[in-house]
């Protein structure tokens, strides 16, 4: 099932409902979710369970999915793995051209000194465009234009 605290709907009391997806979408352990307003959920997942239940070398996803709140749906629109496994923290963004920007939080040995983080962007093909690696946790991070302007919606 994918869980309704991946993308909350908006006006649902937390964790009050499922959305059914098919097996091989699954969501699982996901961080930085939010929904837009016009039902677009944006996903990283970490990925923790799928690794322990169905593939112990898969990767992280950057995903979104189309939220369809009245049918208790989701359409899973664009999976991209990110090339490397994050057991915990990231966050998942929508670029203005239409690229998928996903920082995968913590990857490495747990919580230690030999833990780094990835950044990937990602294209309309789910292909890695650029990957920035960061020798240090970050809890969420976004792409920005420039540091006075908005991170965009």
Do not use: W
């Amino acid at each position: 099932m994918f869980a309704a605290s991946l993308c909350q709907p908006r006006h649902a009391p937390s964790g009050a409902r499922t959305l059914g997806t098919p097996n091989h979408f699954k969501a699982t352990v996901s961080c930085g979710s939010t929904i837009s307003g016009n039902g677009i959920c944006k996903v990283f997942d970490d990925g923790n369970t799928r690794r322990a239940k169905y593939n112990p070398s898969a990767d992280s996803r950057c995903q979104l999915y189309a939220v369809n709140e009245t049918g208790h749906g989701a359409n899973l629109n664009y999976n991209a793995d990110v090339g490397s496994y994050s057991f915990g923290l990231g966050s998942a963004q929508l670029l203005t051209n239409g690229n998928k920007f996903c920082d995968a939080g913590v990857i490495g040995g747990g919580f230690s000194s030999s833990t780094y983080t990835e950044n990937a962007e990602t294209g309309k093909n789910a292909n890695v465009v650029i990957q920035l690696k960061a020798g240090a946790d970050t809890y969420r991070s976004f792409r920005m234009r420039d540091p006075y302007s908005p991170v965009n919606p």
